[in-house]
C-alpha cells in the first residue's frame, strides 16, 4: 500500500486543526466550544427552566401570573433606576427596553459560526494550492517510520515548487490569520451593538464593580425590570398593568459577555503576536536558521549552511518552509525532519550531479 493510499484512509479520522498552530486552535476549536457550550446553558435557563419571575397583582390566579412572565419574556422588558421615585412616561420606556435577552443563545451560536469562517477559508486557499496539510501532518505523526521514498513527499511538494506557488501557500495562511482578527474586532463590536452597551462594556462592568457601583445604579445587565402588559377583561375593557420582573437570565449573561470581551481582546492580542512571529519566521534567516535545526536535530551531524540557503531558495521556498514550520507545532521536530531529509536528500543528490 503506497504512502496515499494509507493517507486517504487516515482522512476520515483527521483532527481539523492539524494545519494550524495554537493561536488559531484557540479561535477555531476552542472558543467555539465555549460559545456553544454557553449557548446551551442559557438556552435551558431561558427556555426550559424560569429565566423570568414577576411580581404580579394578589388577584391574579397562576394561570395569569404564568402568562404575564410568558409575556414578559417574549416583549422587552425596561429598566428603572432604584433611586428613581416614579416610573418614566409610557413614550418614554421604549428608550430603556431590555431587548436583548431573548436571543442570547442564538447570537452566541452565530459568533462561533462566524469565529469558524477564517478557518472554512484557510481549507479552502489549502485546496486551491492543492497542499493537504493535514493528511501530511497525520502521516508523519502515525507512520513516520514507515515513509522513505522521497518520491511520495516530493509528489505532494509539486505545488510548492512550481515557480510562483512558493509563497501562495504562506500568502493564504497569513491571510487567514488576518481575517480572524478582522473578526474578532468585528464580533467585539457586534456584541457592543447587541448588548446596546457600548464597545467598552466589559470594562466598564469591570470597573463599575471595583468602584462598588452595581447595577441597581449603573445599569449593567439588570436583575430588576420592569414590563408593560395590557389586559383585556369581560366588557370589553382594557387595563393596562406595570409588573415588577426579576430578569434572573441576566446574572449569566453578565458573566458571559463580559468574560466573552475579555476572551476576544486578548485573542486578538495574542493573534498580532502570533501574525508578528510568522513575518519573523518569513525572514530568510529565520528559515535557514530553522531548517538547519530540522536537519541537525534529524540527522544528527552538522550541514553546510551554503547547502541549507540553496535548499531553501530552490527546494523548498517559503512555502515548504512553512509546511515544515506547522508540522513541527503539530507533530514534533522529528517528524518536521521525516518530511525534510527525503527532499534534502533528493536536493543533494540532484545538486552533486550538477556539479
Known amino acids: 500500500m503506497s504512502f496515499f493510499d494509507r493517507a486517504r484512509g487516515m482522512v476520515g479520522h483527521l483532527d481539523p486543526t492539524y494545519d494550524v498552530d495554537t493561536s488559531d486552535r484557540m479561535k477555531y476549536l476552542y472558543t467555539p466550544w465555549i460559545l456553544c ?41 425596561y429598566f428603572v433606576n432604584m433611586n428613581d421615585t416614579h416610573l418614566p412616561k409610557v413614550d418614554q420606556r421604549e428608550n430603556r427596553e ?15 459560526l462566524f469565529l469558524y469562517a477564517p478557518r472554512f477559508v484557510w481549507i479552502q486557499l489549502q485546496h486551491f494550492t492543492k497542499i493537504d496539510l493535514p493528511t501530511i501532518t497525520v502521516a508523519l505523526r502515525n507512520e513516520a517510520k514507515k515513509i522513505r521514498d522521497p518520491l511520495d513527499i ?21 491571510f487567514s490569520k488576518i481575517l480572524s482578527i478582522i473578526v474578532l474586532i468585528g464580533e467585539i463590536f457586534f456584541i457592543g451593538w447587541f448588548m446596546g452597551a457600548g464597545q467598552m462594556h466589559g470594562l466598564r462592568v ?4 471595583l468602584n462598588g457601583r452595581q447595577w441597581e445604579s449603573s445599569g449593567n445587565f439588570p436583575r430588576v425590570t420592569f414590563c408593560d402588559l395590557q389586559v383585556r377583561e369581560l366588557g370589553g375593557a382594557v387595563h393596562r398593568w406595570s409588573l415588577q420582573c426579576v430578569l434572573m437570565i441576566n446574572m449569566f449573561n453578565e458573566k458571559i459577555f463580559v468574560f466573552l470581551w475579555w476572551w476576544f481582546w486578548m485573542l486578538v492580542f495574542v493573534s498580532f503576536l502570533n501574525i508578528f512571529r510568522w513575518v519573523i519566521r518569513l525572514s530568510f534567516d529565520s528559515q535557514r ?4 535545526t530540522v536537519l541537525e536535530t ?7 549552511s551554503r547547502d541549507v540557503s540553496d535548499f531553501c531558495r530552490v527546494g523548498l521556498k517559503s512555502d515548504g ?25 533528493e536536493f543533494m543528490s540532484a545538486k552533486t550531479k550538477g556539479e
Do not use: M
Open 206 to 209: 469591570v470597573v463599575d464593580a
Open 37 to 77: 457550550g454557553t449557548a446551551f446553558l442559557v438556552f435551558c435557563k431561558e427556555y426550559v427552566g424560569q429565566a423570568i419571575q414577576c411580581w404580579v397583582p394578589r388577584q391574579w390566579s397562576g394561570g395569569w401570573e404564568q402568562y404575564a412572565e410568558h409575556i414578559c419574556l417574549i416583549e422587552n422588558t
Open 289 to 292: 536558521a530553522f531548517v538547519t
Open 154 to 174: 516530493s509528489t505532494l511538494l509539486k505545488p510548492v515548487r512550481r515557480g510562483s506557488w512558493g509563497y501562495k501557500l504562506t500568502s493564504a495562511l497569513l
Open 98 to 112: 431590555i431587548r436583548y435577552y431573548q436571543w442570547v443563545p442564538f447570537v452566541l451560536l452565530l459568533l462561533a
Open 321 to 345: 518552509v512553512t509546511i515544515v514550520h506547522l508540522i513541527e507545532e503539530n507533530a514534533t521536530i522529528y517528524q518536521a525532519g521525516e518530511f525534510v531529509i527525503p527532499l534534502w536528500d
Open 298 to 304: 534529524a540527522l544528527n551531524e552538522d550541514v553546510d
